[in-house]
């Protein structure tokens, strides 16, 4: 499991002072990013010639709001693995530990030039089922 932790600035907010709802997605990516860091990968897993990995599917569920200057805590895992996707679940809780927001995001390991799907590479497999 990642545990990333994030602080709500003014300009994530709707005019009502709550967390705009597209902005879990962007703090949810940036965990997503900080568990692909961790992998150490020899390759660049954001721009190479060989893959990419879009998103292929996304949901939210919005359970309590979340307000300006408060601090939130996604928690990542890896809830699904494939030979050419995985599948991610991101628990958001507010400084009380009370979850606020599930997110789930699934991606598909593509070939950058066919844009037709292909296995996982063993280094990223083998970082992914590290937080299964």
């Known amino acids: ?75 990542l895992t890896v809830t699904q693995l494939k030979s050419s996707s995985f599948e991610l679940g991101y628990l958001c809780r507010n400084e009380n530990g009370e979850l606020c927001a599930k997110v789930k995001t699934i991606h598909v390991f593509v070939d950058k030039n066919t844009w037709k799907k292909k296995e996982l590479t063993k280094e990223i497999k083998a970082g992914l089922e590290k937080h299964v």
Not at 1 to 8: E, P, R
Not at 23 to 36: D, L, P, T
Not at 44 to 66: F, Q, R
Request: charged fraction near 20%; glycine fraction near 2%; hydrophobic fraction near 40%.
């Open 1 to 75: 499991m990642i545990i990333h932790k994030i602080k709500i600035n003014f300009f994530d907010c709707d005019p009502a002072g709550i967390l705009f709802y597209g902005r879990f997605f962007q703090i949810c990516h940036s965990a997503y990013e900080a568990m692909i860091s961790s992998f150490s990968l020899v390759e660049d897993y954001w721009n190479n010639t060989d893959y990419v990995v879009p998103i292929s599917y996304t949901e939210a569920k919005y359970l309590k709001p979340v307000r300006y200057d408060e601090s939130l805590t996604v928690e």
